[in-house]
């Protein structure tokens, strides 16, 4: 089945700095990638994602590259601010899988005043 | 507003007395899902219900059950809570396949004394 891994665990930057997190997954059949972000006590939400017939996909502040031979996903954080500190949770789905996700362990970022 | 709902947000039982959670969804949403979150982890699927036909996790314990009455309402039952039981249950509902976006309920936190 299907496996992801996620890294770093952590992430400290400074405001205004950029921030990246990276995942791999197995599954080639994968072709659906989506970014969760969790804030303290709060549910999940869906920040972004992208599909296996893009390279990238962009939203204000906020970028997702996918290298498909490789098998790996980044996200990409410019001009972080304190609103960003959370913990940021990386996805995979393939059709095989039929409905469900499988999410990485997760990376949670601090924004430094 | 559409959303996925959760009662209650927190549930407090005794170890091996049963205890039911409950998710309701005015999105309409084919599929609905059950996932457990402990601290600092990621969401563990448990299982999840794609329209009437429920799809359960191998390593999904025998003591968590699940039911789903109608499209709007789904039950998760833990027959004998045990200590490794307390943490935050999540339902959350996707339209119709896995690469459809994901809305999570907030969650209810249950703690077992």
């Known amino acids: 089945g299907e496996n992801v891994e996620q890294h770093p665990s952590t992430l400290s930057v400074q405001e205004g700095d950029s921030a990246v997190i990276k995942c791999t997954y197995s599954?080639?059949?994968?072709?659906?990638f989506p970014w969760y972000k969790q804030e303290l006590g709060k549910r999940p939400q869906l920040i972004i994602d992208i599909r296996s017939n893009v390279g990238e996909k962009k939203d204000q502040r906020i970028a997702v590259t996918l290298n498909k031979t490789a098998k790996h996903f980044s996200l990409h954080i410019t001009e972080t601010q304190p609103e960003d500190s959370a913990v940021y949770f990386c996805a995979a789905s393939t059709a095989s899988s039929a409905s469900k996700i499988i999410f990485g362990s997760g990376t949670r970022l601090s924004i430094r005043p | 507003d559409a959303m996925v709902i959760q009662n209650p947000r927190y549930q407090v039982t005794q170890f091996g007395k049963p205890v039911t959670l409950s998710c309701s969804q005015t999105l309409n949403h084919n599929v609905m899902y059950w996932y457990q979150q402990k601290s600092s982890q990621a969401p563990k699927l448990l299982f999840h219900y794609y329209d009437k036909d429920f799809n359960n996790e191998a390593d999904t314990p025998d003591n968590f059950q699940s039911r789903r009455p109608n499209t709007s309402f789904c039950f998760l039952d833990i027959r004998s809570p045990g200590l490794g039981d307390a943490a935050m249950y999540l339902c959350?509902?996707?339209?119709?396949?896995?690469?459809?976006?994901?809305?999570f309920g907030p969650g209810t936190r249950l703690t077992v004394l």
């Open positions: 599954d080639s059949a994968s072709n659906y």
């Open positions: 959350a509902t996707s339209r119709d396949r896995a690469a459809d976006e994901q809305f």
